[in-house]
Structure formats: structure tokens, C-alpha cells
């Protein structure tokens, strides 16, 4: 008898056990509008509040130090059917992992990435529900990185010193001479440039985009009010910076994407393209004094530049 029990186990483990099939992941940045073609054109607009257009200029390279890139089926985290997909988080303080990662959208940089699912179904690498259709995306960078040409104009201020351009530019801004281009090249973070976009909301820079799940795209800053249902997205409630509230940029450049989980023996994957529009970023005011080309020009991303940012997920 208890042999006959011991082959009826070694059946059921051999026949009962459902394998889990496999997904890969794949990250492309991009600055190439090309993926995005059904995207319409961005609007050519201006600010009316840092004196008058001077010009436009295309970052040559453009990066990113990523300190949370992830994808979300519904809103809380503390719903047991919440599915996520998450890339960089810091990963729940996993040492193997970093907290951070770095992407080079105008290197056309693409990487295979090994994600950490959350929910309450992982299993395997996958999860259980055959079916999780991603309405959220968010994008939490630790900085935006670019290097420009300077315009040309602007050599007579170098006479005035570097601190003259410092301050027209920031203070972790640094400018070097390429004797191969003939050109001054300044290399700088997004903070300079996005500061003035959100002093209203007394910060610096947002506390991060978040993709989907509405028609419109608006900076919303939370204060304590509970949102109703249908407002709510990741991270709604727990934003704030030096005690000031923290402002989030929502925007409806993302369109749901839902994914079958693969069969025992299935390998799928899912292609990420994370595109950022370069063309034109920053743009370039005469400041208090209205006059071009002196050192109280603002220096600024073009008006709602996060609608630059495109997500397109498809399934290989």
C-alpha cells in the first residue's frame, strides 16, 4: 500500500505542476520621434512671464539618472489586485539591486532588464491572472542631463567671468571650450531650467510624471484632501518635500496596454520605447531687462514639456 501511495505522488508531482512560462524585458531611449509617429505634432508655444523670445536650442545629448521607472494595473498599492511591474524603485531595499539606473535617450540606448513584480499573485516571474492590462506608468527621474552648444552671442559674457554665466545658467552648470566644434559647451541638469515652472508650488523640480488613466495632462499638487475615485494615481498621498507638499505632473500620453501572461513553455516580451523629444527643449527669454544675449536671460524647458515623454509597451 505505501508503495503503491509513494507512485501515485510521484505521478501527481510529475504530471500536477504546472510550469510557468517566461518573460523577457526590454528597455529602448530614444530622442527618435519615429516610434511615435501616430503621436500628433507638440504645439509651438511660449511663455509670456520671462520677457521675450530669443531662441530655441536642441540638446546633442540628452540623458537620465532614473530613481523610479514602472508599470501599474489600478491606482493603490494596497489593493490586493494591484499588479506592478517595477524597473528601478530601489527594489524594497534588495542590495542586489541598484536604486538607480541610467538612460541615454539620445544613444538610443537599449537594455534587457531583469524587473521585480509586485502583487499577490506573482508567481514564477509572472503572474497568475491571465490577463493584467497596465493603466499607470511612472517616470521618477533623479535628474534629466544635457549638453548644448552655446549660442555664439553669448561669448561676450565670457569676458565677464565664469560667474557671470554660472548665474545666468546655475550653479552645477559647467561650460568648456570644444576647439573641434569652434563652440562653448554647457553641460547641466534639468533643475535650472525646470525651477521656474513650479515655484508656485514652492519646488525645485516635480516629484514625478505619471502616465495614464486620464484625458488631460496638469500638475497636481496634494494638500491633505482626500481625492475622490476617480483622481486618484500611484503615490497621490505620500508626497512631500522639506514639509511642503511635493507636485506630481500627470499626463495622458500612455495608452493601456494589456498583457497575456505565457503559456508553460511560452517565452513573450515585453518591448518597452521610452521616448523623449529633444527638438527645441529649451528655450530662451531676455529676462527683466528685455535684452537679449545679456546674463538675466532665463534659460527654460519648452511650456509642458513632459508631454515630450511617450511610452509605447508592445508585446515581441
Known amino acids: 500500500m505505501k508503495t503503491k501511495l509513494l507512485l501515485l505522488l510521484i505521478i501527481v508531482s510529475l504530471f500536477g505542476c504546472k510550469e510557468a512560462g517566461t518573460i523577457n524585458y526590454k528597455l529602448k531611449y530614444t530622442t527618435s520621434t519615429e516610434a511615435f509617429r501616430s503621436v500628433s505634432a507638440l504645439p509651438d508655444s511660449l511663455y509670456p512671464q520671462f520677457g521675450a523670445y530669443v531662441t530655441s536650442i536642441t540638446p546633442y545629448h540628452y540623458s537620465s539618472k532614473i530613481g523610479m521607472l514602472m508599470y501599474q494595473d489600478v491606482w493603490s498599492q494596497a489593493d490586493p489586485k494591484c499588479h506592478m511591474i517595477s524597473f528601478v524603485d530601489g527594489h524594497d531595499g534588495d542590495p542586489r539591486y541598484e536604486t538607480a539606473t541610467y538612460a541615454d535617450f539620445s544613444g538610443n540606448q537599449e537594455v534587457t532588464v531583469d524587473p521585480i513584480l509586485y502583487s499577490t499573485d506573482k508567481w514564477d516571474g509572472i503572474f497568475k491572472q491571465k490577463q493584467v492590462t ?59 531650467m525646470v525651477s521656474p515652472l513650479f515655484r508656485q508650488f514652492n519646488s525645485g523640480t516635480p516629484g514625478g510624471y505619471i502616465f495614464g488613466n486620464t484625458d488631460s495632462t496638469y500638475i497636481y499638487q496634494y494638500k491633505g484632501v482626500e481625492l475622490p475615485e476617480a483622481q486618484r494615481f500611484p503615490f497621490w498621498n505620500n508626497l512631500s518635500y522639506s514639509g511642503n507638499p511635493t507636485p506630481l505632473v500627470r499626463c495622458n500620453n500612455f495608452t493601456p496596454m494589456t498583457v497575456t501572461m505565457p503559456d508553460e513553455g511560452q517565452t513573450i516580451t515585453m518591448y518597452s520605447t521610452i521616448g523623449f523629444d529633444t527638438h527645441n527643449l529649451i528655450q530662451v527669454y531676455a529676462g527683466a531687462d528685455n535684452t537679449p544675449y545679456t546674463n538675466d536671460d532665463v534659460f527654460v524647458y519648452a511650456p509642458k514639456y513632459w508631454n515630450r515623454l511617450r511610452v509605447k509597451l508592445e508585446i515581441k
Open 134 to 192: 497596465f493603466n499607470f506608468f511612472t517616470f521618477t527621474p533623479v535628474y534629466l542631463y544635457q549638453e548644448f552648444e552655446l549660442p555664439d552671442e553669448y561669448k561676450p559674457l565670457l569676458s565677464l567671468g565664469n560667474s557671470a554665466l554660472m548665474n545666468l545658467l546655475g550653479g552645477n552648470s559647467s561650460i568648456t571650450y570644444d576647439a573641434a566644434k569652434g563652440k562653448y559647451i554647457v553641460k547641466m541638469n534639468e533643475g535650472p
